[in-house]
């Protein structure tokens, strides 16, 4: 029997996040004084330390900036092969997450893609990224 996979601690800053995961939208910590986007979540903005962060949709776009496949058993319930990458989005922050939807022989460094969204429990929906499709 294949072990469960293992669910992302759930931090009193990023709870807008995985509420909007769990609506099929991401979000992401903008800020109310200079307009600067950021991941992670914090109480301040980072470039003009003001606290009034706002919870903007996102567009779920980005590129593949760096990624790499697990080949060995590493992390209980997640089975290799697998991948993790590090998506640059539109909106400048990088998330970590796995790319879902495309062979591992054809990830490569600056692919478009798109988030979509892997419901695990009620509490915990995953952002993923699969090869971005051509209307979007």
Do not use: K
């Not at 606290?51 to 089975?79: I, M």
């Amino acid at each position: 029997m294949a072990e469960e996979r293992p669910l992302p601690p759930l931090h009193e800053d990023e709870l807008p996040f995985w509420e909007g995961a769990r609506r099929g939208e991401l979000l992401l910590p903008r800020c109310g004084d200079c307009q600067h986007t950021w991941w992670p979540p914090g109480p301040v903005c980072p470039e003009c330390l003001s606290d009034r962060v706002e919870w903007r949709r996102a567009s779920g776009r980005g590129v593949v900036a760096s990624w790499v496949v697990f080949r060995r058993r590493l992390v209980p319930g997640f089975e290799p092969p697998y991948n993790v990458a590090w998506v640059q989005l539109e909106e400048g922050p990088r998330l970590v997450a796995n790319l879902v939807d495309v062979p591992l022989e054809e990830i490569r460094t600056g692919m478009p893609v798109e988030a979509v969204f892997q419901r695990l429990t009620d509490e915990v929906t995953l952002v993923q990224f699969r090869p971005r499709r051509q209307s979007s």
